[in-house]
């Protein structure tokens, strides 16, 4: 299971709706993400009108998830940003494996 940190804005409609009727946005998000099949580890408000997410789960989740938010009207596609991210533990992990293969490849410019 892959871990991402996804970024976007809102569209001015939606922070309309929401300053019209407020309600926490953690609630709609977690059901999303729940129905494809993905956790949400945190949620965070860059105001005036960015939202940032820490979410788990597979690449074809994280991409369905995506296209449902775009589709819904509530947030500028244009300004999505996702990145995939490691725990230390898995950092130290890639290093050793990275340790372990290099030298493998014979580089054409050497």
Known sequence: MATFLCSCTYTSESMRSMVQQPQ???VAVRKMLHACQMTLQSIYFELPS?????????NASKNAF???????????????????????QEFTETMKRAHEVTGSYKSPVH
């Open 24 to 26: 926490d946005r953690e």
């Open 50 to 58: 960015r939202v940032h997410l820490i979410i788990e789960g597979s």
């Open 66 to 88: 995506a296209m449902a938010i775009a589709s819904s009207g509530a947030l500028v596609p244009e300004t999505w940003q996702v990145t995939e991210v490691v725990s230390s």
